[in-house]
């Protein structure tokens, strides 16, 4: 497909330290190494910090970057959050329709939600091939987190538009097989429908002894069995019960709790604990992509969470860097849910329900006194990862998915 340019629309890329923005440079570079035209558009914000301004326009890395500047109220609040979605949504719109050409690649991801019902039919009629990439399932990730705000007839609309968009693009790419069950519900037919999991830079994130670790006795964290989670602790995420099980192990001056990252959830949690007198909790910022090598290897344990009633509508994207950092993890979800069943299938974690404090008391208590289980599972961990999770078989997936008969056929047709 010589000559014509691939576009993948999100509002955070490079240099951005966000999951999507990871996944998207990563592909990016992939792709442009073997000499397709890249550009990106995003908008002009990071997501950690809305007043930022990032250049109009760059290049790197041999692909390039276009940013659509627009309003910067931030996640602090929905009406503004809607807002930003909003513009970005515009001008993202408008540089579609003036550089888009028959022929071109259009990918479109989820963040705004509803991107891909506004941006698809525009592509379409640009003459442009349209490819959906999932990250979450909207509005129905809505209904369940704002609940009345977000149900039956308020969305009935927003999910004829997403449903017609959906079955109209040439393909339709997710990111588990839950995520393709939901989407064939929807009348999107199976073999337009592409599975392609997340990934983490499993090259440079690799598991490193604590005692190895500069970033454990930078933080203070040596000779304790450290419990950590990393990225954004969101409203998707069950917080309460690993609150709950940090003050019932306050006495255990041997296991250590450290949040990375950030997120509502995040705040929640570092307000109850500093209520509570909790020693044994401590918060780090977001980690620079080069230093998260180091920051994934901080804890002896992860846990991760995603509320049940999202299985099948999300799946947390750092389980891959828990996986190639070589640690086990503690999932507090549905324990018969997609993220279980890696975690079971690897024999590299564990799954309890959300509030079953007492059950993730005894998995942390047992896995704190018995090191040579918690090094089996985390070998395990990394083995699963090389197994079939590795960057390169994503990055080949999308190579063969973006050249491949089936999208040629269709700028043909």
Known sequence: ????????????????????????????????????????????????????????????????????????????????RALDYLTYIVGAARLLWHEVQPGDRVVLMTDPPMLGAV???????????CIHWLQDVFPEVAEVLLGRLWSGWRTAPLRWVRDLALRTAARVVVISPGMADRIVAMG????????????????????????????????????????????????????RTMLEVADALRHRSDIAFVLIGGGRGQQAFAAAATERSLGNVSLRPYQTREALALSLCVPDLHW???????????????????????????????????VATHLRTAEAGIAIAPNDVAAAVAVLERLADEPGLLAGMGAAARRALEDSHTREHSLRSWSRLLGGSVLCRRRSS
């Open 1 to 80: 497909m010589s000559g014509s340019r691939v576009f993948f629309f999100n509002r955070y890329v490079y240099p951005d330290h966000s999951a999507t923005s990871q996944l998207l440079t990563d592909l990016a570079r992939h792709l442009a190494a073997y000499g397709e035209k890249v550009l990106l558009v995003g908008s002009r914000q990071r997501y950690d910090d809305p007043d930022a301004s990032l250049a109009a326009q760059e290049t790197a890395d041999g692909f390039e970057i276009r940013r659509i500047g627009g309003s910067r109220f931030g996640r602090g609040s929905l009406v503004g």
């Open 119 to 129: 941006l698809g039919p525009l592509a379409s009629r640009r003459g442009a091939i």
């Open 188 to 239: 999107v037919a199976c073999e337009r429908i592409d599975v392609i999991e997340n990934w983490t830079d499993d090259e440079t994130i690799r598991a490193i002894p604590p005692d190895a670790n500069p970033l454990r006795e930078a933080w203070g964290l040596q000779k304790v069995f450290v419990v950590g989670y990393s990225g954004n602790l969101g409203r998707a995420h069950d917080w």
């Open 304 to 338: 991760l969470s995603l509320l049940p009633a999202l299985e099948g509508l999300i799946l947390p994207s750092k389980l891959y860097g828990i996986l190639a950092a070589g640690r086990p993890a503690l999932f507090i979800g549905d324990p018969e849910g997609e």
